[in-house]
């Protein structure tokens, strides 16, 4: 969700600040309604509260609106089935304007039976509770989710939303940072309040009602429009993105790429049927500034990747990624857009900055940077609105008490400024970001076929990391799946001499880099940020530590496990039962797994002690052996093992016993599996070379200290023959669904994982749930054995009884 700040304006502030009234001469001006008929206005207005009490009144104020023409050219349309109970959500459309939705603002409306922002107009405890005040936070989650929903489908720097509750108006602007809203107005007491907002509203230009002037909609006809579907069309000359596939052709033709690259571009532009682009297909050309004061241009269709609305986390950075095309080249490009936090004390450098350094140092394996820019006059605009209250001018103690009146609705009292901050964060600027690459990668799971890929794609991943702390002295701090990805190449074989395609690691993603010596801790808002599945046990019990090498190597361990144990064979039976209890997407607590891995040196298949997790394939006769990645996780986990013990208790004890994983003892629960299945017993495979016994504490911190202990096991086990069958599929089955229940090791359940309870608001039809009752009541005595008195009509209600006729003359 967006950060939950508010900040309370007074509303002629808002309409100066952020609705200004155009020019006499503008060609945006219009002319607002008579003075004559704002005593005609008034009348209408009040007759607007006539309607049945508990009815929200949406379509009389559509009348209004359109009566008298307070927006003139602008018709406010309402929603039907959006809200739930009696809520209506309206919209203002442009009469004249033919733009599809997507590509036009939309000022949206929100009638409600409550007033949302209520516990808003006080910080402190000012208003009594009542029955309403879940629906109050129901209402504004909703508002919330349908300004993400604007952020993801446009490309905003704001939205603006309209809070209508019974006769009182209420005036909200949202960005990323957080909302600034006005205090609520009764309309019925003082009509001009309608004919000045929306009168506004209708004079504004594309950009002052939140459109980004840098994306220009794309629309069919036009040679952009065509470029993109000539683009998108498949070609037969495209390269195969199959591991080892042989390339027929010239392997250097510019005109020729990869087929996944197209596809993806294809699936953007013609079949992208997520939520909430279900119905859209919107194009836009955005701009890039550049180093010596021009502009690039590209070409992109919804984004193939963005945070899900739906999931709980706060991120303002509201990034998306594009499969975009250079206007300049016309070549397929990767684009990120985002906003990023501007940082007081400069600890992480921009992710475009970041790249070119590394780019410039010969580091492999990350991503080529064609350009990156902050966008001119683009940041957020709710932290200016904060009051600057010295010591002198500090509010008095009452000042909640002249606030606190619902029916205080003038000018003259609407002059304070005050924050609500509901998320207990700071308030934070946010500046629009665009970054362009050149490589279009995948992720490693999607066409996974044996474990030796994802091993070699892992190691690239861990060499780029090793030489940007050699080179550069950074941490890339956000080590996670999303953020290692494949990278295709055309390599000429030396045994055949033909070009055949090579998998490359990559490792992206790197906005919340740090020094490797950095003594000062992350902001909170940069530490929510990271992948909680994957940090380390330490980072877990200290959230406050700064991260080291050490912390960086154990989450490249736990990306390995993640997919090995969801895409690759083991000796786990439940996959989603060990991925609960090992991994911690949510930092609720520490993984009784991830845990035990630490005490004991070695990873638990399940909770009997006696089952260790082994990974195996098939031959060619379909005999179980054991695979080279079997031994690289048991060191992995031992060397982060090792290095934790030795690091806890070297203050108490001058030598610690930490034994090496047995390669030569197997586990006694899958001997006996292959006992029974008339298999012959797995093959040892070679040992790694043996990894010396420390008994100091120094010695066991020194291993992790670099990456060379770690890349020296990623080699010894891709030197290692991998011809058996290893992948299985994804084995994950709680993907979406509800977490499975699993066994602590005290024994104790941990139940699955609920959904929330929906508030819903107190409004019930008396005669509707009488009806309800009385059906409910009806099919129970049918069920009876007695078929005489289920079929008995029961005794009517008090509200189906004939109404009594009135006497005359009483």
């Known amino acids: 969700m967006l950060p939950k700040t508010y900040v309370r304006i007074p509303k002629q502030q ?15 001006y219009r002319a607002r309604t008579r003075q004559s008929k704002f005593r005609s206005l008034s009348v209408a207005a009040k007759e607007i509260m006539k309607p049945v009490r508990g009815k929200v009144p949406a379509d009389a104020l559509a009348k209004v609106v359109r009566d008298y023409k307070l927006a003139p050219g602008f018709k406010l349309s309402i929603s039907v089935g959006t809200a739930k109970g009696n809520d209506r959500w309206g919209q203002l459309d442009a009469l004249a304007d033919t733009r599809p939705a997507w590509a036009k603002p939309q000022i949206c409306v929100r009638f409600c039976s409550h007033d949302p922002f209520r516990e808003l107009e006080l910080p402190i405890d000012g208003w009594p509770q009542d029955d309403h005040d879940g629906y109050r936070k129901e209402v504004l989650v909703d508002i919330t989710a349908r300004v993400e929903e604007l952020f993801t489908l446009q490309i905003l720097t704001a939205a603006y939303v309209l809070i209508v509750h019974e006769s009182t108006i209420r005036l909200s602007r949202w960005d990323r940072s957080g909302t600034v809203f006005s205090r ?32 220009t909609p794309i629309f069919p006809g036009s040679e952009e429009y065509d470029l993109m579907e000539r683009l998108s069309m498949p070609c037969p000359d495209d390269f195969p993105y199959e591991e080892g596939a042989i390339i027929e052709g010239d392997p ?48 992109v269709g919804p984004p193939f990747n963005y945070r899900d609305p739906k999931r709980p986390r706060v991120d303002a950075r509201n990034g998306r990624a594009y499969i975009a095309i250079d206007c300049a080249t016309e070549k397929i490009v990767f684009l990120k857009d985002a906003w990023r936090y501007k940082d007081a004390d400069h600890l992480s450098e921009r992710e475009g900055i970041m790249l070119k350094r590394l780019n410039d140092a010969g580091v492999p394996y990350v991503p080529t940077v064609l350009c990156e820019a902050e966008l001119p006059d683009q940041k957020t605009q709710t932290p200016l609105f904060l009051p600057c209250w010295d010591d002198e001018s500090e509010p008095s103690e009452d000042h909640g008490s002249e606030t606190g009146s619902t029916d205080d609705d003038d000018d003259d009292d ?86 055949t395609v090579q998998w490359q690691g990559m ?56 997919l090995a144990i969801r895409y690759l064979r083991s000796t786990i039976t439940d996959v989603d039962a060990f991925d609960w209890d090992f991994f911690d997407e949510n930092n609720i607590r520490l993984g009784a797994g991830k845990d035990n891995m630490m005490h004991c040196g070695l990873i638990r298949a399940s909770h009997c002690p006696r089952t260790t997790l082994e990974f195996i394939g098939l031959d060619h006769q379909n005999n179980a052996m054991y695979t080279p990645l079997d031994n690289l996780i048991k060191h992995l986990a031992w060397l982060c093992h090792a290095h934790w013990v ?25 001997a006996q599996a292959a006992d029974k299945e008339n298999a012959s017993a797995p093959s040892t495979p070679p040992a790694l070379p043996e990894v010396p016994l420390e008994k100091k504490p120094a010695c ?83 069920r009876r054995r007695n078929p005489v008195r289920a079929v008995r009509r029961a005794t009517p209600l008090p509200e189906e009884r004939p109404a009594k006729r009135r006497r005359r003359g009483a």
């Open 14 to 28: 808002f309409l100066d600040d952020f609705w200004p009234t155009p020019a006499l001469d503008s060609s945006h």
């Open 184 to 215: 609520k107005v009764n309309y019925a007491a003082d009509s001009s309040v309608l004919s000045e907002v929306f009168w506004r509203i209708s004079v504004l230009t594309d950009v002052q009602l939140g459109l980004d002037p840098t994306a």
């Open 252 to 299: 250097s033709d510019p005109c020729r790429i990869f087929k996944y690259v197209r596809d993806k571009l294809d699936e953007s532009l013609h079949k992208w049927q997520k939520a909430p682009f279900v119905g859209f297909s919107p194009r836009w050309k955005l701009s890039v500034p550049t180093e010596d004061g021009g502009i690039r241009e590209f070409l």
């Open 414 to 499: 609407d002059d304070e400024v005050f924050v609500v901050d509901a998320s207990g964060g700071e308030l934070v600027e946010l500046h629009h970001y665009r970054m362009v690459v050149s490589e279009v990668c995948f992720p490693i799971y999607e066409h996974l076929k044996t474990g030796r890929q994802l091993v070699s794609t892992i190691r690239d991943a861990i060499v780029a990391h090793s030489r940007a702390v050699e080179v550069l002295g950074r941490l890339h701090c956000d080590i996670s799946t999303g953020n290692i990805l494949v990278n295709p190449k055309i390599e000429v074989s030396a045994e055949t001499g033909k070009a």
């Open 507 to 562: 490792l992206i993603d790197w906005e919340l880099n740090r020094r490797v010596e950095e003594k000062s801790r992350p902001p909170i808002r940069m530490r929510a940020l990271r992948t909680w599945r994957f940090v380390s046990r330490a980072y877990i019990e200290n959230q406050r530590k700064v991260l080291t090498i050490p912390d960086e190597l154990e989450s490249f361990l736990y990306v390995l496990l993640y």
């Open 646 to 670: 030795a690091g806890r208790f070297s203050g108490y004890r001058s030598e610690i016993e930490v034994e090496p994983p047995s390669l030569n003892r197997q586990s006694i629960m899958y």
């Open 700 to 782: 066991q911190l020194a291993k992790l200290k670099d990456h060379r202990a770690v890349l020296k096991l990623f080699d010894d086990a891709l030197k290692e023959p991998w011809e058996m069958n290893d992948y299985i599929g994804d084995r994950m089955k709680y993907k979406t669904k509800a977490k499975p229940d699993v066994q602590n090791q005290n024994g104790a359940k941990k139940p699955g994982e609920t959904p929330e309870k929906v508030l819903k608001p107190k409004n019930v039809n008396a005669r509707k749930a009488a009806k309800a009752a009385q059906k409910n009541n009806v099919e129970s005595q049918k």
